[in-house]
């Protein structure tokens, strides 16, 4: 199993405890795709309570390969779907993050151009983010830190487009930031202003 995948569901053990039922149909769909086996099934069955009986699958899923995470959240579409959503939008902020941190990374070993722009791959992203924003994008850089002013500078410099406008105050806000501007930080902001998951899976995924 992909490590976040693990990471994901160790941080979510008790929630998933106390919200899942393991009922025949999640643990039989899992056996039938293989990811649980016969001794696991007799494992499970033989707790006491349905919590301990989650706890022994998700202590069970980890090691399971590849394919377990996948098929524990197909398990989930008919009977539990909020958990199912939920998972899937941690997973979605945990690439986020990933790759990010990796783009991070890259612009400092590389050489910029100038030390007035960030790394062509930072400026990828955050242009694929500023395509993305519409109306929102203002509360979003004033959440950032942007003030005002900055706001009608970007406008100003591109009155035509907004994307660019939008482009041009993320890349102010990193440029200012430095180590401080944070997939945290934007994801906080993002999330303020109610920006839907499916957004960010469009631009990082």
Aim: glycine letters at 2%; charged letters at 25%.
């Amino acid at each position: 199993m992909d490590p976040k995948h693990k990471k994901l569901l160790r941080s979510q053990r008790l929630f998933l405890a106390e919200e899942l039922l393991v009922d025949d149909m999640i643990i039989q769909y899992l056996y039938q795709e293989e990811i649980l086996t016969e001794r696991h099934l007799e494992e499970i069955q033989s707790e006491s309570s349905n919590r301990k009986k989650t706890l022994k699958l998700l202590d069970i899923l980890p090691t399971r390969g590849s394919r377990a995470f996948h098929h524990f959240i197909q398990s989930l579409e008919k009977d539990f779907p909020w958990i199912k959503d939920k998972l899937l939008r941690l997973v979605t902020f945990l690439t986020v993050f990933v790759v990010w941190f990796c783009a991070v990374i890259i612009s400092m070993r590389c050489a910029c151009v100038t030390t007035y722009c960030t790394s062509e791959i930072i400026r990828f992203f955050l242009n694929r983010l500023a395509a993305r924003l519409s109306s929102e994008w203002k509360s979003v850089l004033l959440d950032l830190g942007l003030s005002a002013a900055d706001l009608y500078r970007c406008s100003a410099e591109h009155p035509l487009a907004v994307q660019s406008q939008v482009l041009a105050g993320l890349v102010m806000w990193t440029q200012r930031n430095g180590r401080e501007a944070t997939v945290r930080r934007l994801l906080q902001s993002l999330q303020a202003a109610d920006i839907p998951p499916s957004v960010l899976q469009q631009v990082f995924v």
